[in-house]
């Protein structure tokens, strides 16, 4: 499949730091074995592919067969990666990742690559951002989201330690290091980027970055926002999100999904619930038109501007 | 027009498209060349030999229908319905920019001539065989024609459908396969193999023709409709090159969504006369 291939200096394609990491693993663990839907070259595992030929199973353009053997590979002992555009992964072999890896509870990971619109011009059928919606309800499925390369082998080292079904959600978007002092992965935990007070904004992946430039730029007009990089989607960080609410009195939830359903609804579930506060969900509402990455997150506010704009209504909506 | 006048437009439309095609990749800096160039000689062959179509009116219900099924290849399916008449050439310019109707895969929504969305492989089946039975269950004379990739039977998808129209007997459904014996990293066969094909098909209650799929004439027997109909679904297997056309394109894997540069656009067009 064609994407734009960005390279700018300073940011990182978290597949390179998935490649490396799965490859260590494997050589420690002669269980790890990676499955993919002729997606070698798009999982950038043609290293995996020249060390461990024999572990590597490429079943062809077969997604449902993929995540069914995935399970019986778990079933006989393996610890089985599955790697596949996540678009596919999520939606093609829905029912197989619930029946045979969710409610069977195999210890399958699924690494879903070039998620969100990474595929931007290739279009909907391409995009993945329905895939939080699909897969939240299968609730002993682990959601990982790294932000960036260093999350990235975290996560996977620790989807490898895990007993149990993972989803880690991958971009192919060069993205740089997220800076935050002494960063241990905490899996189930989320990561403050950035204290504040007047506002929260809650991000994932790709989105932590913009969130991160908001907070900024907001601050220059005296605005304190904390930005927390919600890596973990299940299980969530209820507590994070609660002193969230208590403490800022608004939320604004940033993920490069449709906002229904993924990070925004998790969040919007638990403090309608618990702590009623303001939410705003950013995101995309729907199939998306045709167009680039850049242009599609431009066209959706999905911008440090568009966020800052938003986190200024969900201020605006505190109750005096 | 005579046989061998219908076989020279069908060429010189495919060599247009070929050219047209990879201009639009070339500007797009994104597409899929190498299956656009094994399916063009098809495409072009179904819309200007085969089917019965009109483009000014693209919902007409007794027309013939073509589904894309490996929809990636949106560099041949653009050009064949813009050379058809579905649309005007300018759209072309638009491949993939924002908000264009030619998007990356092909949307019924945004293009007349579209059947229906393609671009996750292993779709297109199913729904021509919905087409097939819908004209089984009201008497219709219209013919179905499905192309899909080769690797791109390596959905089970494909086989449940392929039984149900072997079941069914939908002697006005037509399966071709671009047997270019590539998919998108690798050989077909050392993915996941497919041979014997012709077998397989046969077996699930198919007709089967082998055929050069760039060979026009031998195209235009093998899908032109035996009088008094058929009995059995048939299924073309187009033995083609991926690529096909160009020198430097021939056969290798990493054009299945190669892009170009300035050089090799110059080069190809001087090799597409
Ligand atoms: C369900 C699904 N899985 C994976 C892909 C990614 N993909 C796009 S094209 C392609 C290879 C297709 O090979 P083939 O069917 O032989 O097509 P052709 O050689 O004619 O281009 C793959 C794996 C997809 N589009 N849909
Ligand atoms: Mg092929």
Redesign the pocket.
């Known amino acids: ?1 064609a994407a734009p291939a960005v390279k700018q200096d300073g940011l990182h394609d978290c597949r390179d730091a998935w490649a490396r990491t799965i490859e260590d693993l494997a050589a420690q663990d002669p269980r790890i074995v990676v499955v993919v ?3 070698v070259g798009s999982s950038k595992l043609g290293g995996f592919q020249k060390k461990h030929a024999d572990r590597l199973i490429n079943v062809g ?1 077969a ?1 449902q067969n993929m995540v069914g053997v995935s399970a019986g590979l778990a079933n006989g002992g393996r610890i089985p990666f599955v790697s ?2 996540s678009c ?1 992964l999520t939606g ?1 072999a829905l029912e197989q990742v619930k029946a045979d890896v969710a409610y069977a509870n195999f210890n399958v990971k699924l690494v879903g690559q070039s998620s969100g619109v990474a595929y931007g011009e290739l279009g909907p ?2 995009h993945s951002i329905e895939d939080f919606a699909w897969l939240r309800p299968l609730n002993n499925i682990s959601i990982v989201v790294p932000a960036d390369a260093w999350e990235t082998a975290e996560a996977v080292k620790w989807a490898a330690s895990h007993e149990g079904p993972v989803y880690i959600r991958l971009s192919r978007m060069p993205v740089p290091d997220l800076e935050v002092a002494d960063r241990k992965f905490a899996h189930g935990k989320a990561e403050l980027v950035r204290d504040g007070s007047d506002v929260t904004l809650i991000a994932c992946g790709t989105m932590v970055h913009l969130a991160a430039k908001a907070a900024a730029d907001l601050e220059a007009e005296g605005i304190s926002a904390r930005v927390l990089n919600m890596g973990t989607i299940t299980p969530l960080d209820e507590a994070a999100i609660a002193s969230a609410a208590h403490e800022t009195g608004a939320i604004v939830t940033i993920e490069e999904a449709n906002i229904h359903g993924g990070l925004g609804g998790a969040v919007a579930e638990y403090t309608a619930s618990s702590e009623p506060v303001p939410v705003e969900r950013m995101g995309f509402p729907g199939f998306v038109p045709t167009g680039s990455v850049e242009w599609l997150f431009d066209h959706f506010g999905l911008t440090a501007e568009g966020i800052a704009r938003t986190a200024r209504k969900a201020i605006g909506r505190k109750r005096a | 027009m005579s046989t061998n006048d219908i076989a020279q437009t069908i060429r010189e439309k495919a060599l247009w498209m070929r050219r047209r095609a990879f201009t639009m990749v070339f500007d797009a800096r994104l597409g ?1 060349p ?2 656009d160039f ?2 063009i000689d098809i495409i072009a062959t179904l819309y200007f030999g085969v089917m019965r179509y009109d483009p000014k009116k693209p919902e007409m219900a007794e027309r013939d229908r073509f589904i894309m099924s ?4 949106t560099g041949a399916l653009y050009t064949g319905l813009c050379a058809a008449g579905y649309f005007p050439e300018d759209w072309l310019n638009t491949y993939m920019q924002p908000q264009s109707k030619l998007n990356g895969h092909p949307n019924r929504n945004y293009l007349p001539g579209v059947e229906t969305n393609t ?4 779709h297109g089946v199913p729904v021509a065989l919905g087409i097939a039975i819908a004209g089984q269950l009201t008497n219709a004379d219209y013919r179905t024609f499905v192309l ?6 390596q ?1 089970g998808s494909n086989w449940e459908a392929a039984m149900t129209a072997g079941n069914r007997k939908l002697g006005k459904l037509t399966l071709i396969v ?1 047997r ?1 014996r ?4 690798m050989g ?1 066969e050392e993915t996941n193999g497919l041979d014997p094909l012709d077998d397989k098909f046969r077996a699930f209650g198919w007709d089967v023709e082998m055929v050069d799929g760039h060979d026009v004439d031998a195209l235009l027997t093998a899908l032109s409709e035996p009088a008094g109909g058929r009995t059995k679904p048939l299924c073309i297997i187009a033995n083609t090159i ?1 690529g096909k056309g160009v020198s430097f394109m021939e056969n290798i894997a990493s054009w ?2 190669g892009v170009p540069n300035a050089e090799q656009h110059t080069t190809a067009l001087e090799e597409l006369i």
């Not at chain 2, 899909?148 to 039977?153: F, N, P, R, S």
């Not at chain 2, 590539?182 to 990293?185: A, P």
């Open positions: 499949m839907n002729d997606s353009i997604e596949a555009a596919f093609r059928t391409h | 899929h190498g299956g094994s399916a490996k929809g990636h290849a671009g996750p492989l292993g899909t990739g080769d690797g791109e039977l959905e671009d270019n590539l998919q998108q990293g077909t991926k299945h969504h």
